[in-house]
Each structure stands twice: as C-alpha cells, then as structure tokens.
C-alpha cells in the first residue's frame, strides 16, 4: 500500500487529516473518537481499515497514539509501532506520560536538532521530565527561544493545538475549471493564481495562515468526487508553499481531471504583530485615536507605524519588539524575566547599532574581560568620540552567551553598566558592552 | 486560541470621554508646582534624565485611556516605558518623513487623534509649522512632550528647544544608588529637577529620588 492511499483511506474517515510528513499523519481526535465510541475502538478501527487495505504480502505497519500534544501523539504512535497496540495517553495525563521518556525523543519526534540532545543529555537532563521540571526562565536563559520551544513540547503544550474546530469567519478562494484538467500542471498554476489574493486577504490584516484545507473537486467515468487535505504550516503559509501542498495532493491524488480547487484557511495567527488596543467596547477617544492611525497608516505606510510587543531577552533592546500595527490574534504576554537580563530600572534610550566606546583602567589601557567573566582592571575613564568622562560607579561585567552550542553562530559578550560624571556635574549612566574585543555603549539612563 | 481576523478591535477605557487635565505622578507633583497638567499645552524635557523623566509624566494620563504617539524617538527603551507605568496597548510608535513639511503634517495628523504626543528630534521646520502645529495643540487640547533626547548622553550642549514651550523641565542626576565598585546594580537616582516657563512663575529645583 502506498502511503498516498493510506491517507485517503483515513481520509475516508477522519475529517481534516494533517499529513506531516512521509508516513506520518495527525488529526484532532476528539469528533472521529466520539463517533466510533471512545479513543481505544478508534484506533483498533483505523488499524484495522488501514491493513485491509495493505497490498497482500507487502508489509505495511500501523501505529495509533492518542494525546494531549501534538508531539505526545507522535511519541506514543512510534511506541504503537514497536508494541504492535494502539497507544492511548488518557486526557490530562500527557505530561505526567511523558516525564519518564527520553530526551531524545526530541530529535526522532519534534525535529531538535540531535547536537542539542546531546547537549541536554550532558547537563543532567535525560528524562523529558527533567527538563519539563526546570524553571521556564532557566531553560530560556540557556537555549533562548529554542529553549522554550522544548520546554513546551516536555510539558505537553503544542505551540498550535490541533484544529477541533475551524475558527469562524472562514476566508476561503475557490477556482472553478472551465471542464475537467486532466494536467496538474495546470491545476498548479491555478494554485499559484489562488495564493495571491488569498494570502492577501490575511496579510492585509496582518495575520499568517497557520493551517490550511485544500479541496480538489474531481470528475471521472464513475462520478464526481472530492479530497481535500489540512495543512498545519506553523511557521504561517506562503505562496510557495501552498503550491508546493497542491503539488503533492495532486501527484498523490485518486480520481479523474479536477473541476474545481478551494484554498480555506483553518487557523491563523497574528504576524509576528501584536492587537492594538484591549478588550470590548470603546471610547470616543479611542475612536479619534484609531482614525488618526488609519489616515497615518494611509499616508505614511504600515512601516512608519509601530507598536511595542514582548520579545523576552537578556538585552533591554531585545525585551520588546517594535512590530507593525497588526490584527488580533494570540497576543503574546509579557514574557517571564529572563534569567541574564538586567534589573530594574531598565534604560530609556537604546543606542543601537550602539555608539563605539572606550573603558579604561586608571592606567589609561582598555579593560577586558576574562573567559571567567572579571575584568582586567577596574573602569576609571570612559572615551567617547574625543571626550573623556571619569567613572563613578560601575557594576558587572556580566556575560551573554547565545548559541553557546553552535560554534559557527555562537555570540559572546559582557555587559556592565557604568555612571560617569561629565562637566555639568551630571552623573551619567550607561549600559556598556564588549563584544570581539570592542566596546559599545548599549543604552542610556536617559 | 485560535485567531479571528477581523479588523482591529480598539480599546475599552473605562475612562471619561475626555480627561479634563493629565494628573502628574505624586512623586513629581511638589518638583513640577502643581498635581495635572492642563491640556493644550507644550513641554519641554531635557537633561540626562529628560526620557524617564517624559515617560513618567505622560504615564498616568495613558492609564486613563489617554492614546500616546511617540514621534522620532526609535531608540526608545519600551521596557523603560512600561516600568515607569505607560500603557503600551495605546502606545504607538511612529517614525515620521524627515522632510520638514511632510514631518510637520504627519505630527498634525497624530495631534488630531492622540491625546499626548512625545517627539524627539524635530528636522527643521519652519517656525510657521511650529506656530501652527502648537495651535493645533492648544485647539484640539492635546498635550506635546518635546524631549532633547541628545541630552541624555554626557556632556551633551543644551540646545534651545525647538517649540515655544509653556514649561521647560532639566532633569539632572546627581547621583546613583545601588552601584559598588563591581557590585551590585543601578537601583534609583537622585534627580534634581528644575522649572521654569512662561506660565510656571519663578524657576525652582527640587532634589528627588526616582524611582521613589
């Protein structure tokens, strides 16, 4: 059997089948498990559905595992496979299921990368477990956004839920043939054709299209007929990569010349952008307020407008991020203090790309910083352009390392804050930084 | 979880329809000579401390549902900015033309609908623009925060503002609490405030500890 029939045999069956990858498919189990009476007679029957219709003599093995995530499902269909049982994870008990498997789980499930496996497995953290176990902020500060992604998938959470249900108001763009294309170059194009206006649609309100129906209606000697597959695109749908769905579904397809294709998208999420405003109602101010943007927006473009969204970082640069006017969608909240940043109160002004500097010792040369994070002496002057500040007050130097576990993107600094009293009798304070042997100044206490 | 696209759905308030005045922050009432301040008015900010020092006075005004512009300050410090109490969901971030006409009808625009607008640098605009920008303060009952951002670094020159302000604050700080020689961490500032303005009577400076 090949894996194309495979999927349309459960697509038979299941709505909104997720094709993953080769061999791999996911769905939201909750509707097609009430219909066949319960998690475990589900996954007997799809086994069962499945092998009938295996090429006699091929091989062709099933695992079912049922959970609460995404990549718990995945882990549990790997066992199914090896036990040769459907493996079903009772609701709410996911995490506690996955705390005594292993780390490297992450690597043949949920695509980390083995070398950071590796690097989990040497600090101590065999066991999902483990890692689920640590503080989020811990695992944040140490492997940053990846960090937390593994963080997440340890405790069970998916970054996207599995659709249940399709999220109301549906946008969806449908192309009907002029009679059955046989080609499906020609259903391609018109793929390609689709994704403009569609993909338009959600940029325009600032929202990325994380999983996406695609429907070919079909017409052979026997009757008409329709597939449709969802795609779960977590990183957000492109043109180029709806085309490229269409591409497999038709190459995979069964069934005569297509008819019609529909793009529909199942879920979104907003563009790296964050809601403006909160939550109900409104006042007249606010409506002054939004109408001054739309005629700004109109004038200036979406570029000169920005808002202020949570970013999480080590950096006062790098908590928030300046992100376009965008429409609502999961509005991140303000991030846990990363363990590294700096403490209140934070720097009004950023100097980025950060204005170059000179700290000096007493005896006029450039302090450095050790591989044990100390200073080569202590910060007495302070260059900056052809003047010359005594220092008052320093602290630090304390290090940044990102990306320690990849020497080829690997970035080291120091950073440590230094007041200075310049001529007016103002004392100054800056947010330094030594970075390959230079120093500059990060940001001020303005 | 999932997201509904619809258009932008703007804030509930809960505040009047409009704030009579903008209150100052306890901690700078006794330093600024008076507990709101008025709309329509221009102010100036200035000193090493001139950006803590805007944010804090706008901040209460955001949190009664007043909508704040930031204009051509793009190395604002937004965690600064929320830490001294500014509602960030009304907080718009614009970088305006820096041609001195296209950059004068943008402010215009913005003074049209947000309450409260803190500019930075001003490219140079005419002193007409200026008048007429001010007016439109005045008439729409908005409040414009100038900051002499080139200010905040060390031995910066101070330069005269570009607005005809009604009140001219130089935050200047005298000293930092928290720093050992290595150790520990910035924790407040003493900040000398002075103030001065056509409608603020005879200068005067305060000393004050900020945060308080």
Known sequence: MRWADALATLGDQVPLLEPAAEGRCIFAARGPSRVMGGDDEMARRLVALVAAHAIPGARARVG???????????????????????????????????????????????????????????????????????????????????????????????????????????ASCREVFDGAIPDAATVVAAAARLAGPFLAHFAARGALVTHVAVRCEHESPSGFGAFERLWYLPEGCTAATLVE??????????????????????????????????????????????????????????????????????????????????????????????????????????????????????????????????????????RLGARDFAVVGWAGPWPVEERWWDPSRRRRRARMQVVVRDDTGAHVAMLVALEDGAWRVAALYA | MFATVTHMIPAATGAPATLPAFPVPDDLCDAVGTDHLPRGRTLHCTGDACLSLALALVAPATRLGAWLAVVGIPSLGAQAAAEQGVALERTIFVHPPTGGTEWAASLAALVEGFDVALVG???????????????????????????????????????????????????????????????????????????EGRRAGPPREHLLWRPA
């Open chain 1, 64 to 170: 079912v595992g049922v959970a609460d995530s995404r990549f718990a499902a995945l882990v549990a269909a790997h066992e199914a496979l090896t036990a040769s049982i459907p493996v079903v994870v009772a609701p709410g008990d996911t995490p506690a299921w996955l705390a005594p498997r292993t780390v490297r789980l992450l690597a043949r499930c949920a695509e980390v990368e083995p070398e950071v496996v590796g690097l989990l497995e040497r600090l101590g953290l065999a066991r999902l477990g483990d890692l689920a176990a640590l503080e989020e902020s811990l695992v944040a500060g140490r492997f940053g956004a990846l960090g937390l992604e593994m963080h997440r998938l340890a405790r069970g959470d998916d970054r996207h839920p599995v659709l249940v249900v399709a999220p109301p108001p549906v």
């Open chain 1, 245 to 382: 769905r269409v591409g497999w579904m038709l190459r995979d397809r069964r069934g005569g010349a297509v008819t019609a294709l529909e793009v529909r998208a199942e879920g979104a999420r907003a563009a790296t952008g964050r809601q403006l405003g909160l939550w109900g109602g409104r006042s007249p101010g606010d409506d002054a307020a939004l109408r001054a943007i739309d005629r700004l927006h109109a004038t200036l473009g979406e570029a000169a407008l920005r808002v202020a969204a949570p970013s999480g970082g080590r950096d006062p640069a790098e908590a928030y991020a300046f992100v376009p006017l965008a429409a609502r969608g999961e509005d991140a909240a303000a991030p846990s203090p990363w363990r590294g940043a700096i403490p209140r109160p934070s720097p009004a002004l950023l100097a980025a790309p950060g204005a170059p500097i000179e700290v000096c010792d007493a005896a006029g040369a450039r302090v450095r910083v050790s591989a044990r994070h100390e200073p080569s002496g202590e910060p007495a002057r302070v």
């Open chain 2, 121 to 195: 640098a001003a490219p140079s605009v005419s002193s007409t623009h200026v008048r007429r920008l001010q007016a439109r303060v005045q008439a729409r009952r908005a409040l414009l925060v100038v900051v002499d951002v080139a200010a905040a670094w060390p031995g910066a020159r101070p330069v005269a503002p570009w607005v005809a302000p009604d009140l001219v604050l130089r935050a200047t700080t005298r000293a930092w609490e928290g720093l050992e020689q290595g150790g520990g961490h910035l924790r407040r500032r003493q900040v000398a405030l002075r103030v």
